[in-house]
């Protein structure tokens, strides 16, 4: 897709269209702390991949909210976003569709700025709780590939790792 364009819509029935390429860069150069919602301590989880690629590869404050876990990543873990010591730029969100509306309520009530659904993840309502309450949202996008593709992590065949898994590697020796 051409940048400077609006996300398409790409199935039927969607009505809603994203922030441009211009505007997701500018969410994720404003944005100083990421809480992820629905983290998870289980390495072949999406959250867990963006988890490591966030607190090992950005100067963000990234904080990691779950109600069943208490560590991740040596981090600490928050059972809601209320839970946080700081009010999240940017809340990313890996739960179910039903979750979604619910998890936006709880980003405007934290006074994020943006609520961002990864890929896969899309839900109307959900958009129109946040941006009625004033927050970006992005849908359908996963906030490693939009950093990484922002700041020259990827390249034409896909990721810069090498690697096509969020499980950890293991080596020869």
């Known amino acids: 897709m051409p940048g400077g364009t609006p ?3 790409a199935a039927p029935g969607r009505t809603w269209s994203g922030p441009t ?6 969410l994720l150069r404003r944005a100083r702390s990421i809480a992820i919602v629905g983290a998870s301590n ?13 607190l090992s590869s950005t100067n963000y404050d990234v904080y990691l909210v779950n109600p069943r ?3 991740i990543l040596g981090q600490p873990v928050y059972a809601t976003l209320s839970d946080l010591p700081v009010v999240p730029d940017i809340v990313d969100v890996f739960r179910r569709h039903d979750d979604l509306p619910g998890v936006a309520q709880e980003a405007i009530e934290a006074g994020a700025q943006t609520l961002w659904l990864q ?11 946040a941006e009625g309450a004033g927050l970006s949202v992005v849908m359908d996008r996963c906030i490693k590939i939009e950093h990484a593709r922002f ?3 990827l390249h034409l065949a ?3 790792t090498g690697v096509i898994s969020s499980r950890r590697q293991l080596r020869a020796r």
């Open 7 to 9: 996300v398409a819509v």
């Open 21 to 26: 390429q211009q505007e997701r860069f500018g």
């Open 42 to 54: 289980n390495p072949a989880r999406a959250s867990y991949f963006v988890a490591t690629y966030l």
């Open 69 to 71: 876990e208490t560590e």
């Open 119 to 129: 890929l896969g993840s899309w839900n109307e309502d959900a958009a129109a709780i």
């Open 151 to 153: 700041h020259g992590g």
């Open 158 to 160: 896909g990721f810069d």
